[in-house]
Nanobody
Framework: QVQLVESGGGLVQAGGSLRLSCAAS????????MGWFRQAPGKGREFVAS????????YYADSGKGRFTISRDNAKNTVYLQMNSLKTEDTDVYYC????????????WGQGTQVTVST
């Protein structure tokens, strides 16, 4: 089992920045690809960004390209999502998820952290 705990969400004005963190425990963190997703009430989960288990590759949804940066620190068992130039449409609950190496689906997810962007 992998336990994931997100933090760093909050209320920010449009144009501002937030850095989300996701701390992992339970298994060898460096074996897991990590992803960030977001979900609004009544809507499906939307991909935001991911980083491979090696850290060599990162992927972003078009909505976040140029504004969001995903990174990982294996020494701290933590994945980050730096979000800049936030827009009101970025308001959502953000979840981190983990998948073992190159598995196609994510196996573990956290409880989420709320991000609210105001005008």
């Amino acid at each position: 089992q992998v336990q994931l705990v997100e933090s760093g969400g909050g209320l920010v004005q449009a144009g501002g920045s937030l850095r989300l963190s996701c701390a992992a425990s339970g298994r060898t963190f460096s074996n897991y690809g990590m992803g960030w997703f977001r979900q609004a009430p009544g809507k499906g989960r939307e991909f935001v960004a991911s980083i491979t288990w090696t850290g060599a590759d990162t992927y972003y949804a078009d909505s976040g390209k140029g504004r969001f940066t995903i990174s990982r620190d294996n020494a701290k068992n933590t994945v980050y999502l730096q979000m800049n130039s936030l827009k009101t449409e970025d308001t959502d609950v953000y979840y981190c998820e983990a998948r073992f190496r190159t598995r196609s689906s994510y196996d573990y997810w956290g409880q989420g952290t709320q991000v609210t962007v105001s005008t």
